[in-house]
C-alpha cells in the first residue's frame, strides 16, 4: 500500500490545475459566445433582406395583378422577357413580358 504525503505544496500545485482548468473551460466558453454572435448577427441580417425580398415581392404581385392601363394587341415577341405590342389608339411600345 502506497502513503500520499499531504503537505501545502501539494495542494498550491492542485490549485493551480484547477485554476489552468478553469481557464480553459472560460475561454472555450468565451470562443463558444463569440461564435454564437457572429450566428446570432448573420441571422438578423438574412431576415432584415428577406422581409426587404418580401416587400419587393409583394409589390411585384400587386403590379402584375393590377388592371391593365392601356388596351393594346401584341406584335411580336423581342425575346424571352420583351415584346412589341401596338395600342388601340395606334402607339407602338416595346414592354416587358411578364407570362
Given at each position: ?13 492542485k490549485n493551480e490545475e484547477d485554476n ?78 411578364l407570362s
Amino acid at each position: 500500500m502506497a502513503s500520499i504525503l499531504l503537505s501545502p505544496y501539494n495542494n498550491i500545485i492542485k490549485n493551480e490545475e484547477d485554476n489552468e482548468d478553469l481557464y480553459a473551460q472560460m475561454k472555450a466558453l468565451q470562443r463558444q459566445e463569440e461564435f454564437l454572435d457572429i450566428q446570432e448577427e448573420y441571422i438578423k441580417d438574412e431576415m432584415r433582406n428577406l422581409k426587404r425580398e418580401l416587400i419587393r415581392a409583394k409589390e411585384e404581385l400587386k403590379r402584375i395583378q393590377s388592371v391593365p392601363l392601356i388596351i393594346g394587341q401584341f406584335n411580336e415577341m423581342i425575346d424571352a422577357n420583351y415584346g412589341i405590342v401596338n395600342s388601340t389608339a395606334g402607339s407602338t411600345y416595346f414592354v416587358r413580358i411578364l407570362s
